[in-house]
């Protein structure tokens, strides 16, 4: 069974900073794109950031560039999002997700997907 698992959410002052894990198991994901994206509250599930399976390649939505940063460890079949200089409108549900082939800011696209951990950030 295939499950990716996130972790490392949870409440932190505006500024504040928070790094969420996303573990794979029941299949190796070392060739796959990641990718994290997030949904508040009456909103639609929005593109954070995505790194290729090599980790050459990322790319982030313009409101978290140079806030957020993805990395991966392909022995580990975990990916990283480290959230500095953290915002209230950063308040969010985040998903991790994977995919075998594609690798763009397209939720629909991505096949596997974690459950979620939620981030909340007060002012």
């Known amino acids: 069974q295939v499950q990716l698992v996130e972790s490392g959410g949870g409440l932190v002052q505006a500024g504040g900073s928070l790094r969420l894990s996303c573990a794979a198991s029941g299949r190796t994901f070392s060739s796959y794109t990641k990718a994290w994206f997030r949904q508040a509250p009456g909103k639609e599930r929005e593109f954070v950031t995505t790194?290729?399976?090599?980790?050459?390649?990322?790319y982030y939505a313009d409101s978290v560039k140079g806030r957020f940063t993805i990395s991966r460890d392909n022995a580990k079949n975990t990916v990283y999002l480290q959230m500095n200089s953290l915002k209230p409108e950063d308040t969010a549900v985040y998903y991790c997700a994977a995919d075998p082939a594609y690798y763009g800011t397209d939720w629909r696209e991505y096949h596997y997907w974690g459950q979620g951990t939620q981030v909340t950030v007060s002012s």
């Open positions: 790194i290729s399976w090599t980790g050459d390649n990322t």
